[in-house]
């Protein structure tokens, strides 16, 4: 069963969007060559809670840290670590999740630390693109699908490819509601979208093919092939017109 939030239940996500929001934007101003991704974990820390909410992430399901950072070719769920340092020409991916009043918000970027070559510059590009593919098919009246088939399209078009193992989710009074979204399927499937519902779409996207693997630490998730992977997220509501991005910047 698909949850639909009420305008006030959607207030308060709005609220935990914003948090999620304002991190994204410390974070982004702060990653740097130099850095390690440990000390980003403790600058989401700080600044989700200087903001009045939890992290959502941190103990969840025994995740020891605030945000996942994944660097290169590992897709989603790195732990921060003080020695993982950023390096120039890396590409970093972020996911963060904030709780505000029992309410969840979830959102996910790559960036480019430093300069990056061309063809890396465009997977992050396209990544981003596929989402908002997505996003734009959240109305009413359209079915669950036709979100997963306009992320996909968009992906191969570009000649990359959308992992399968993960996929995006229902979002509101806990971090994974029904229903999943898949990246990628054909058009017109599943139930009509209404009003009232909150979903954080999230492609992963592989420069090379969609097969991941999950390393020795049970968390960190790779490409099998090495290939580098980038990976956007927003937390979206559908509304009686456009889609409301609750963690849009
Ligand atoms: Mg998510």
Redesign the pocket.
Known sequence: MIIIKSDRELAVMRKAGRVVALVWEALEGAIKPGMSTKELDTLAETTIRRLGARPAFLGYQGFPASICTSVNDEVVHGIPSEKVVLEEGDILSV?L?AIVDGFYA?A?FTVAVGKVPREVKRLLEVTEESLYKGIEMMREGRRLSDISHAIQSHVEGAGFSVVRQYV??G?GRS??EEPQIPNFGPPGVGPVLRKGMVF?L?PMVNMGHWKVQVGPDDWTVRTEDGSLSAHF?HTVAVTDGEPEVLTRR
């Open positions: 996911d999740g979830d996910a995006g989710h979002i971090m994974h954080a999230e997220e």
